[in-house]
């Protein structure tokens, strides 16, 4: 098991704190982009990041805000919606792992969740050649506007049974792919996937769709 470690993300001029894991023999890295108001230490993604690593996939963790937009967007609120910046953010983030000697040889996902899970499809649909994979957890992939039809990722929207409004906006949402895609419902889970077996079966879906779509050999799972 890779051993978790504190970088520093450099995404432009922005220093962002960030959480790196890469096991031996990775074949891909997976970039997440946490949801409105959250950071780098939500436990659901951490849970999914460590879930990854258990099949061989490296990941980074990171906070798209620095310490005075966090301030900022604490009172305004204007930050974490604001997708155009967020993407923006995100493609510097995967910038920098290109750039980095570790990193570049590893083929990168995103795995977005809530508002980020839009930033992700819209800085995928910005490297359609460097981006191997998307898989969107609660998200808001309608947030991602007309970037949708400009995405090239194989694309993963997994949301709760039980997250109506927001289970309607990724069926909406996934008709507007081009992209080779999927819906799964998570039977009678609400939005940030608490009930018992949950999460865990995300993370085993999501597993299995960056496995498959980033080079390794596990088998491709996508029902229950």
């Known amino acids: 098991m890779a051993v978790e470690r504190e970088v520093e993300v450099m995404a432009g001029e922005a220093r962002l704190g960030g959480t790196l894991a890469v096991p031996e023999g990775a074949q891909g890295l997976v970039i997440f982009a946490h949801g409105s108001g959250s950071s780098r230490h939500s436990p659901r993604n951490r849970y999914v990041a460590y879930s990854l690593r258990t099949v061989g996939l490296g990941t980074l963790l990171f906070d798209l805000l620095t310490e005075d937009e966090e301030a900022e967007d604490e009172v305004t609120e204007a930050l974490r919606f604001d997708i155009d910046f967020l993407a923006g953010r995100l493609g510097e983030v995967t910038d920098w792992v290109f750039r980095h000697p570790e990193l570049s040889r ?35 992939p309608d947030l991602a506007g007309g970037a949708l039809a400009r995405v090239r990722a194989p694309t993963l929207l997994l949301v709760g049974g039980a997250d109506d409004v927001v289970l309607e906006l990724n069926q909406e949402a996934l008709e507007r792919l081009r992209s080779p895609k999927a819906l ?16 865990e079966r995300v993370a085993a879906i999501a597993g299995g769709w960056f496995v498959h779509f980033l080079g390794g050999t596990l088998e491709l799972e996508t029902r229950p």
């Open 106 to 140: 590893l083929r990168v996902g995103y795995f977005g969740s809530s508002t980020g899970a839009a930033a992700a499809l819209v800085a995928a649909a910005e490297r359609t050649e460097a981006i191997g994979a998307v898989v969107s957890r609660g998200g808001r």
């Open 184 to 199: 799964e419902v998570i039977p009678g889970a609400t939005h940030l996937f608490p009930e018992p077996g949950a999460l």
